[in-house]
Nanobody
Framework: QVQLVESGGGLVQPGGSLRLSCAAS????????MGWYRQAPRKLRELVAR???????VYADSVKGRFTISRDNAKNTVYLQMNSLKPEDTAVYYC?????????WGQGTQVTVSS
C-alpha cells in the first residue's frame, strides 16, 4: 500500500503559475510510474502528465509546453509545474502511483484559475 499526500493547489489568475507536489510513502517499489490526473465538474478524470522512475514523460496535448512534470526518486516525490494557466485548467488534481504491486491515488487538490 502506498500513501500519497498532495499539496500546492489554490486559486490563481489566468496566466499565472502553480506547483503541485505529491509525496509518496509506504510500500514503494523502485520501478514505478507517478503522475497527475485531473477531474473538472461533470467531466471524466483525465491524464495530465506522468513520469516513470527512469524519467520518461507523457503529457496531455492540452498541457504540452505549459506544464512540466518532474520526480525526485530519493524523496519519493513528484512535482507538476503549471505555467500559463487557463480557466479550463480548473479541476481537482489527483496524484497517482502505479507499480507492479499496486495502484494508489491521492485525495486530490483543487486548482482554480479565475480572475
Amino acid at each position: 500500500q502506498v500513501q500519497l499526500v498532495e499539496s500546492g493547489g489554490g486559486l490563481v489568475q489566468p496566466g499565472g503559475s502553480l506547483r503541485l507536489s505529491c509525496a509518496a510513502s509506504g510500500s514503494i517499489f523502485s520501478i514505478s510510474t507517478m503522475g497527475w490526473y485531473r477531474q473538472a465538474p461533470r467531466k471524466l478524470r483525465e491524464l495530465v502528465a506522468r513520469i516513470t522512475s527512469g524519467g520518461s514523460t507523457v503529457y496531455a496535448d492540452s498541457v504540452k509546453g505549459r506544464f512540466t512534470i518532474s520526480r525526485d526518486n530519493a524523496k519519493n516525490t513528484v512535482y507538476l509545474q503549471m505555467n500559463s494557466l487557463k480557466p479550463e485548467d480548473t479541476a481537482v488534481y489527483y496524484c497517482n502511483h502505479e507499480s507492479l504491486a499496486s495502484v494508489s491515488w491521492g485525495q486530490g487538490t483543487q486548482v482554480t484559475v479565475s480572475s
